[in-house]
């Protein structure tokens, strides 16, 4: 080898081994593959959960890598809150075919660069926040591409004819993608397709395009939410291979073709809020094996077709809301399959096939108002858990065999027939949370022995031939808080037991109950509770009953006042001469400090420009904006030419903080010196002495969410100069609502160990010039030492209206003891109400929950003063959402997480139902089930 040759061939070394691949450190020990992997990590700003990625380890051992031979096939980076780019050297991963960015909040316009990616098949974009217009050439994306999903992002326009040009797409996911805009009729034309989803979109009106009945391959069809009209097409027979099919809520109208009944592979149909009319074809059920069948809130008549269940694979059959006749049909009567059925509010009538009481996965049995008749039978299936029977016309006695009904946990028989006595046997019932009874000609004493109801916390007799005496173990009941007896014959005192129920409603009215009540219920919540009983009497003029002292008068009264007046003046001479003595003393030693300086103390968690003497002059009367249980809160300017100001939260106390209050200084102080997010209230820095605790945050201008929601609430002593006339309008009320999710989310998801802040509050949010939401108020909060986990405090905290139900009664405490707070919040924010403004003397939370499940249009519920047209859907998404995260169970409430992408990706959209949701964490199933009618005690939200 020459020489020449020699330096070339060293130069060309130097060359290749000092080239920068991609990676943290540029040597020639680290893969090209691993490098780019290793960059797009830190491009996306080091996610914590992905921490694991270091140089020092194979990436084909990263579970978010999947590799072939020791090439890089495969990145799935989901929910980690990535708000970075996608950067263009991913596609350098020439083999790359599988790419999954779901539930992030990457921005931008639709990544063209991703044209370079020339192998992909999979690509999931959904959840995030791209912008602008999808591109017309977006065919150019790779010509491999099987699995195309860019649901829930915010682009605008039309939808482009030009995705037909990806030919071989077997799954094309569109779901809460455009606004205003409008879907190609050239969809039909790719002839691979298995599914197609167009759910959630703000269309303008479109009917379903008949090239769409070329599909000859799609399984899965869905375009609910999406504004369509006209019909659906008759040529639908022609799709062979449909197997689910959802057009829901739209304006679809005239009558089901008798075709999509024959289609041989269909298995579910959800056609529910719609115009639709005629009868039902009585071909469904016949030709397929149909699992789910809902075509509720229409304008159906006639009668059920009676092969529904032939196949006996029949899962959920769904018709309220219509106005059909005739009986249940008759497969219903051994369909063991069936876990739900919802014939509510039709004009259904006969008896019920006895098999569909003890069909044995039957979880769900809704079929009140309609004209149902028969007697209840002894036994059901052990997974029955929900009961409607109300408003029909069934009769005879509540069957002794109902102790059977092992797993019933709701039963409502409102207005029918029932004659007898309330068995016994009811109390066997331990899982029993609702049970209500009114209206129906029950007779004899209220049973006994009734502590196994632990769960109990509705119970309805009222309107019945009741008597006796109202039996003191109501009052043991753990979880009861409405309680009506009213309108029967119940004679006697009111037990003592039920002043101690904390109840939310309570009527006892039109009885003969005698003698004075208990002390704990004269309270003006309860003015309506006793009316029309004549006996009754009470301390209280506000109750409307007669005054129990003007009857207890005595000829030995005089004397026993005059005994307790002269031991009262004895007592109080007694007293005034201790506080002589302990004034006396207390004056030698404030006289004695006087003379000591304090010794103030500034620990500061930010860089400050001020020190404890620009605060502690300014702690003055009139700088006083907010007082609260653990101490008063100043305005303090701290730089005259800046007009900057800050927020100084004082806990005094002229002796010692008392151990309550230091506890909720140390809590604040260790919480919010370590946290750093835009949405929680930014904590700049503590002063202490030995008598007094100063907490300086920064100053929010436009004070807390609730001054602004419920201005009548105000007062002086805590509104300070805080006076406004004008209204929170809608598009505030949505940033104040996603601001302050997503800093809870950050409190339970990123911090480490989760924080639960215990009180979340309208007047703990506060709101700076630009309507930001910030968090505030930490005296409460807890670490958790373990994820998830229930932690059980000393003493039940928070404030009425937004405590959770488990938490008041176990005191047990975590994340989604937050989430139910904030559902209140977001029901605030859709009504206007307050936290204790429901009707009938129920929490907003229980009023909205009732209201809903009643079938009241949630219109009715929303806040009148910021009502527009345009802002409708969202108003409606908010209560829904706020009803969910209230939910009486915690399992059925979502994470914050999920309320963060739900509240960040709908505020101009609807709800997502479960095609939107496409996610595979095993989290999002109580959010699934609640969108769509799951069992968690809520009606479906499809039902309005």
């Not at 691979?192 to 269309?203: A, D, G, I, R």
């Not at 249009?857 to 009803?883: C, H, N, Q, V, W």
């Not at 996610?919 to 109580?926: I, L, Q």
Request: proline share 5%; with cysteine.
């Amino acid at each position: 080898m020459s020489i020449s040759t020699q330096i070339n061939f060293c130069i060309l070394t130097i060359l290749i081994f000092s080239f920068p691949f991609y990676g943290e450190s540029q040597t020639s020990s680290i893969n090209p593959e691993r490098s780019i992997l290793l960059d797009l990590k830190k491009h996306f700003s080091n996610p914590p959960n992905i921490s694991h990625w270091k140089s020092s380890s194979d990436h084909c051992t990263w579970p978010e890598i999947t590799c072939r031979d020791g090439i890089v096939t495969g990145i799935q980076l989901v929910w980690l809150l990535i708000s970075d780019t996608i950067p263009p050297f991913i596609c350098h991963l020439k083999n790359l075919t599988f790419l999954d960015l779901n539930h992030n909040y990457i921005p931008g316009s639709f990544p063209t660069l991703l044209y370079n990616c020339s192998n992909l098949e999979y690509l999931d974009l959904s959840f995030n926040n791209f912008s602008g217009i999808i591109p017309d050439d977006i065919s150019r994306l790779s010509p491999h591409l099987e699995v195309f999903n860019l649901s829930s992002n915010w682009f605008v326009g039309r939808i482009p004819a030009g995705i037909s040009g990806l030919k071989g797409l077997k799954e094309l996911q569109l779901a809460g993608v455009v606004s205003n805009g409008s879907f190609p009729s050239e969809i039909g034309n790719l002839p691979n397709l298995e599914v197609l989803v167009l759910s959630q979109n703000s269309f303008t009106p479109q009917e379903i395009p008949p090239s769409f009945t070329q599909l000859k391959k799609l399984r899965n069809l869905s375009i609910n939410q999406a504004n369509l009209i006209g019909e659906i097409p008759a040529n639908i027979s022609n799709m062979t291979a449909l197997e689910f099919l959802d057009l829901s809520v739209n304006n679809i109208s005239g009558s089901i073709p008798v075709g999509l009944g024959r289609l041989p592979a269909l298995r579910d149909v959800c056609l529910y809020t719609n115009n639709l009319s005629g009868e039902i074809p009585m071909v469904f059920g016949q030709f397929s094996k149909l699992n789910t069948f809902d075509v509720s809130t229409n304008h159906l008549t006639g009668s059920l077709p009676e092969g529904l269940c032939s196949n006996k694979v029949l899962s959920s059959l769904i018709v309220f809301n219509n106005n059909l006749t005739g009986q249940l049909p008759k497969s219903l009567e051994d369909c063991n399959t069936l876990k739900g059925v919802r014939v509510e509010r039709n004009n259904l009538s006969g008896t019920i096939p006895e098999g569909l009481w003890t069909a044995r996965n039957l979880n769900r049995l809704l079929m009140n108002n309609n004209q149902f008749t028969g007697q209840l039978p002894q036994k059901v299936a052990s997974n029955l858990s929900l009961v409607d029977i109300s408003n029909n016309r069934f009769s005879g006695e509540i069957p002794t065999g109902i102790s059977s009904w092992s797993n019933l946990g709701v039963f409502r028989a409102s207005n029918n027939l029932f004659t007898g006595n309330i068995p016994q046997q009811l109390t066997a019932l331990r899982f029993l949370s609702t049970l209500l009874l009114d209206r129906n000609r029950l007779s004899g004493n209220f049973v006994s022995n009734i502590t196994s109801w632990k769960s109990l916390d509705t119970l309805n007799c009222s309107r019945n031939q009741l008597s006796g005496n109202i039996p003191p173990e109501l009052g043991l009941l753990p979880n009861l808080v409405q309680l009506d007896l009213s309108e029967n014959q119940f004679s006697g005192e009111i037990p003592s037991e039920i002043g101690r129920l904390r109840l939310s409603a309570l009527n006892l009215s039109s009885n003969h109950l005698s003698g004075k009540i208990p002390e704990e219920l004269e309270v003006a919540a309860f003015n309506k509770s006793f009316l029309n009983n004549p006996n009754l009497c009470a301390d209280t003029p506000s109750l409307h009953l007669r005054d129990c002292k003007s009857n207890n008068k005595s000829s030995g009264e005089v004397s026993v006042k005059l005994i307790a007046i002269l031991g009262t003046i004895g007592v109080f001479l007694l007293l005034v001469a201790i506080l002589y003595i302990w004034y006396s003393f207390r004056s030698h030693r404030k006289r004695k400090k006087k003379r000591l300086v304090p010794n103030w103390k500034l620990t500061a968690f930010h860089t400050i420009s001020f020190t404890e003497s620009n605060i502690l002059p300014n702690l003055a009367e009139n700088n006083v904006v907010g007082t609260g249980g653990s101490g008063i809160v100043y305005v303090v300017p701290i730089g005259k030419s800046s007009g900057e100001n800050v927020a100084v939260k004082r806990i005094w106390n002229s002796q010692k903080l008392d151990e309550k209050l230091e506890k909720e200084f140390i809590a604040e102080v260790e919480t919010l010196g370590t946290i750093r997010h835009t949405n929680i209230v930014k904590l700049l820095c503590c002063i202490s002495s030995e008598e007094s605790k100063l907490l300086v945050y920064e100053y929010m201008e436009n004070h807390s969410l609730d001054l602004w929601l419920h201005p009548k609430r105000r007062s002086a002593g805590n509104s300070g100069s805080f006076q406004r006339q004008l209204i929170l309008d809608w598009p505030k009320r949505i940033r104040v609502a996603i601001g302050t999710a997503k800093g809870l989310c950050y409190m339970h998801h990123n911090c480490s160990p989760p924080i639960v802040h215990r009180d979340v509050k309208s007047s703990n949010i506060l709101l700076d010039s630009e309507f930001n939401a910030k968090i505030a108020d930490f005296g409460l909060a807890r670490m958790l030492n373990k994820h998830g986990q229930p932690n059980i405090v000393s003493a039940v905290a928070g404030s009425f209206g937004y405590i959770a139900p488990e938490y008041a009664h176990t005191r047990k405490v975590n994340q989604k003891t937050d989430v139910y707070s904030f559902g209140v919040i977001l029901l605030e924010l859709a009504t206007g109400r307050g936290p204790t403004d429901g009707d009938d003397d129920r929490s907003l939370a229980d009023w909205a929950r009732y209201h809903f499940q009643e079938g009241n249009p949630i219109e009715d519920a929303l806040d009148e003063t910021i009502k527009e047209p345009k802002y409708l859907d969202e108003m409606r998404s908010m209560f829904r959402l706020g009803i969910l995260c209230a939910a009486t169970n915690p399992s059925e409430r979502p994470t914050m997480r999920e309320v963060v992408h739900i509240l960040v990706h709908c505020s101009n959209k609807l709800l997502p139902d479960r095609n939107r949701i496409s996610r595979s964490k095993s989290e999002a199933s109580s959010l699934l089930k609640a969108f769509k009618g799951g069992d968690n005690g809520l009606m479906p939200f499809h039902e309005v």
